[in-house]
């Protein structure tokens, strides 16, 4: 097993860190990291299939540390609405090859990047970690105590992401009563609290209005005292409020959800479009009398 292990904790000052042996995460307040998005699949709902070799797949990170991500989110299965499932040897078969290939390029260069691994199978997730191929677990899986003891095991960070079953749980108070249930199942599980960052899930089995209202109250999820986790970009709800049917034409939208979600105190942002972003981020910090966003 590669020693890819981080360890969470607090410091003297009482803020909490994400510390691997080359680098390390710490969400004082207004500290924001951008997460760029690597997709893998042929029918991702904004840019499927323009990412499905390995090349391609390597110059996309490569842009996106150079524009300013700290994170980078490799998925192999759409979870765009409707989507399809794919099989865990067919999302092995897109995603460990790339990995792989990300190994030596995450750990070169002036700026260390991190990968997370966006995915709901357990042993796909153990594959990457025992390979030391991956550093954070975006848990997808809805509520799966597995990754919850895989993360443990191998003392992964995880982001736990609301995604109900059933399309009955979308308001603010179920999701906040979700996430919190889902939260103390996974430490019962093993997984320490310092190692758990929290989503509210934003797209998934909710209505365009709760996913708006989830945004718009976002600051609510980070109050349960867990790094806050936006996944807003592109996203439906931001089409029907901007009048833009087109994902991959919703930049001024999903700005604008970024800069939202950072004002609440997100620390991680998600997105497709990293050089706007952290372009923004740097504006509003300088407006705010900030030095710097990240």
Request: some cysteine; aromatic content about 6%; proline content about 4%.
């Amino acid at each position: 097993m590669e020693n890819r292990t981080c360890k969470a904790y607090r410091d003297a000052s009482g803020c909490l860190r994400w510390s691997w042996p080359d680098i390390s995460l710490a969400f004082s307040k207004g500290a924001v990291y951008v997460v760029g998005i690597l997709n893998l699949t042929p029918d991702s709902f904004s840019d499927g299939g323009s990412y499905d070799t390995i090349d391609a797949a390597l110059a996309r990170v490569r842009t996106m540390r150079e524009e300013g991500a700290r994170v980078v989110d490799v998925g192999g299965q759409s979870s765009r609405p409707g989507f399809t499932a794919v099989s865990e040897q067919e999302e092995e078969r897109r995603i460990l090859p790339v990995l792989t290939a990300l190994k030596d390029l995450r750990e070169s260069g002036k700026q260390r990047i991190l990968v997370s691994l966006d995915t709901d199978k357990p042993a796909l997730a153990e594959r990457a970690l025992h390979q030391g191929l991956a550093d954070i677990l975006n848990d997808v899986s809805g509520d799966d105590r597995a990754m919850a003891e895989l993360a443990a095991a191998y003392q992964a960070p995880l982001i736990l992401m609301h995604r109900p079953a059933a399309g009955d749980r979308g308001s603010l108070a179920a999701v906040l009563e979700d996430l919190a249930c889902m939260k103390e199942s996974y430490r019962e599980a093993g997984l320490p609290e310092a190692y758990i960052a929290l989503d509210p899930g934003i797209g998934f089995n909710k209505t365009d209005e709760e996913d708006l209202a989830l945004l718009r109250h976002c600051r609510r999820v980070g109050e349960l005292g867990n790094p806050l986790y936006i996944g807003a970009s592109r996203k439906r709800f931001i089409g029907k409020a901007t009048d833009n049917p087109v994902a991959a034409r919703r930049l001024g939208g999903s700005l604008a959800a970024a800069l939202w979600a950072a004002e609440a105190g997100a620390a991680f942002i998600r997105v497709h479009d990293v050089k706007e972003t952290v372009e923004a981020l740097a504006m509003q910090a300088a407006l705010k009398g900030k030095n710097d966003a990240q």
